[in-house]
């Protein structure tokens, strides 16, 4: 990948027709070792969130060792780069061929499962092993996401302990639960009150867990969608796990995805016309623009361009490139009211569910990518020069043209052994 110091140096020097995410390792980098210094548990990161072989080597040599993986092609993807790789299967319904493939072919020990067919299923492809992690994938009641991720997945509460004991009885080596708040979670208590429900159901089961693993939906800060401190989160989750009714030897499992690689990555974008107040874009819903489509979240945005900008700024709405008129992005996003065909834009936080859920449709979609060396728009990592975006804060930065500036050096600290 060619590095530049900015988006307006790649500009300069390409003028790309082609979207490109701009993607900043270190800050991967740094929000991995806050993980692995802050949370007193292991850590996998869910590939699903951004599948870029530059995100799994950055995690790999950041420290991260395990890996939460949905599907074959994600753990052919992760034993390419990193062979030696802990892998959890935590999707709760597989294939019999993937689970013989991941089992037999890439000594895949973990799976989720949240009903009993899911169980014979996973005992039957691996030959009647019991040398399994059998993780039983828990639905709980929380508040507080962005989306919510109990409807698909889960045993109920109430039906969970004989899925426990079965899958007690069915492994001697570990047995675990998970479950998930939903993602972008707000709120740091849904974790330690989905805890206590699991914990529950334990008792009520008469088993012990070996593994608890409290899944994904750690946020990252967008407008309009400020999270408390993520040292929250982990108190919360601590504080749950002190009070579950666990042996000494249970691990404690987290599976960020979202929160490790949201900063890492934006998306640079071309406008192919101007009408009115309305912007067509050369990326959009059916490229990494899903969630500003179909979730209406108004990503942060600035303009790159040479010269000068107005000082006024104006609302704008997006259309992607496709003829589907699905491909809107509503925003509103604040830009300068002089913005014009030919401008490029820079839409940031994007390393999370962007270039990931990319189609092809139309013979859209494909992305170039560049490392670039500036700071990202927003950060929970004390990345940016700003923490928090507020609205008079993205007006200041809609007005700024994007100039040249030095690489800044690698932030971060060191990883601190468990």
């Known amino acids: 990948m060619d590095t530049y110091h900015n988006s307006l140096d790649l500009v300069r020097d390409r003028s790309p027709e082609r979207p490109v995410a701009l993607v900043r390792p270190d800050a991967a980098a740094v929000a991995a070792h806050w993980f692995q210094d802050k949370f007193k548990g292991d850590v996998f990161y869910a590939v699903k969130a951004n599948p870029s072989p530059w995100v799994i080597e950055t995690l790999v040599k950041a420290g991260v060792t395990s890996f939460d993986v949905a599907s074959m092609a994600e753990i052919e993807l992760v034993r390419s780069v990193a062979p030696q790789a802990r892998l959890a299967f935590m999707h709760p319904v597989k294939s019999r061929a993937a689970i013989a493939a991941a089992y037999h072919k890439h ?33 709980v009641q929380t508040e507080g996401a962005a989306y919510t991720l109990s409807g698909k997945f889960g045993v109920s509460i109430d039906q969970a302990p004989a899925l426990l004991l079965a899958a007690r009885q069915a492994t001697t080596a570990m047995m675990g639960v998970s479950f998930h708040v939903g993602s972008q979670c707000m709120r740091p208590t849904a974790y330690q009150a989905a805890m206590s429900q699991v914990s529950r159901a334990l008792v009520r089961a008469g088993v012990l867990a070996d593994v608890v693993d409290v899944g994904g939906g750690f946020p990252s800060v967008y ?28 691990e404690l499992w987290c599976e960020p995805g979202r929160a490790l690689v949201a900063e890492s990555s934006s998306v640079l974008c071309k406008v192919d016309l101007r009408k009115g107040d309305a912007l067509y874009l050369n990326d959009g819903s059916y490229g990494s623009l899903f969630d500003a489509t179909h979730s209406k979240w108004p990503f942060p945005v600035k303009l790159v361009r040479e010269g000068e900008a ?28 002089d913005i014009q065909e030919g401008d490029y834009i820079e839409i940031g936080m994007m390393g999370a569910y962007g270039v990931a859920m990319s189609t092809g449709f139309n013979g859209y979609g494909e992305h170039d990518t560049a ?8 950060s929970l990592y004390g990345l940016a020069r700003r923490s928090i975006p507020t609205r008079r804060a993205e007006e200041e930065d809609a007005r700024k043209v994007v100039r040249f500036s030095r690489p800044k050096g690698k932030a971060g600290v060191r990883r601190r052994r468990k």
């Open 107 to 139: 000594g895949v020990k973990t799976f989720a499962l949240d009903c009993q067919e899911e169980l014979e299923k996973i005992l039957e492809s691996t030959g009647g092993a019991d040398d399994l992690n059998l993780i039983v994938r828990m639905a």
């Open 223 to 250: 407008p309009g969608m400020v999270p408390p401190d993520m040292s929250e989160y982990v108190d919360a989750i601590h504080r749950g796990f002190g009070e579950m009714m666990v042996h000494e030897t249970t």
């Open 310 to 337: 107005s000082a006024d700024l104006k609302p704008f709405r997006f259309y992607g490139p496709t003829c589907d008129s699905i491909d809107h992005m509503p925003g509103p996003f604040w830009l300068p009211a």
């Open 371 to 378: 490392i670039v060396g500036d700071p990202p728009m927003a």
